[in-house]
Nanobody, 123 residues
Framework: QVQLVESGGGLVQPGGSLRLSCAASGSIFSINTMGWYRQTPGKQRELVAT???????NYGDSVKGRFTISRDNAKNTVYLQMNSLKPEDTAVYYCHAYVRIYSGSVPRQYAYWGQGTQVTVSS
């Protein structure tokens, strides 16, 4: 039906930058809010940032002023620009999206997750 494929993770030194991408594909009618979450072992998945279809954004307190979320609706893609990275940003980052798909005569909305991409901040 719908797949979210993330890319752009990797190893970066403290203070460095990375840009994550997440592309949605499949039987998409429209995409509403898209976002990024992260998780470390033994902890709950936490909000990093979200962006609505009208491009209203929301950020977790720990990333405000350092991370920027954006989207390209023509490409069904959401981005996360991460600057001034810290070791505590190390986590698996997951893409999330509310997607309306073609289902019979009426599009229906479902939530989807990507497979995750590892971000490691270390010297």
């Amino acid at each position: 039906q719908v797949q979210l494929v993330e890319s752009g993770g990797g190893l970066v030194q403290p203070g460095g930058s990375l840009r994550l991408s997440c592309a949605a594909s499949g039987s998409i009618f429209s995409i509403n809010t898209m976002g990024w979450y992260r998780q470390t072992p033994g902890k709950q998945r936490e909000l990093v940032a979200t962006i609505t279809s009208s491009e209203s954004t929301n950020y977790g307190d720990s990333v405000k002023g350092r991370f920027t979320i954006s989207r390209d609706n023509a490409k069904n893609t959401v981005y996360l620009q991460m600057n001034s990275l810290k070791p505590e940003d190390t986590a698996v980052y997951y893409c999330h999206a509310y997607v309306r798909i073609y289902s019979g005569s009426v599009p229906r909305q479902y939530a989807y997750w990507g497979q995750g991409t590892q971000v490691t901040v270390s010297s």
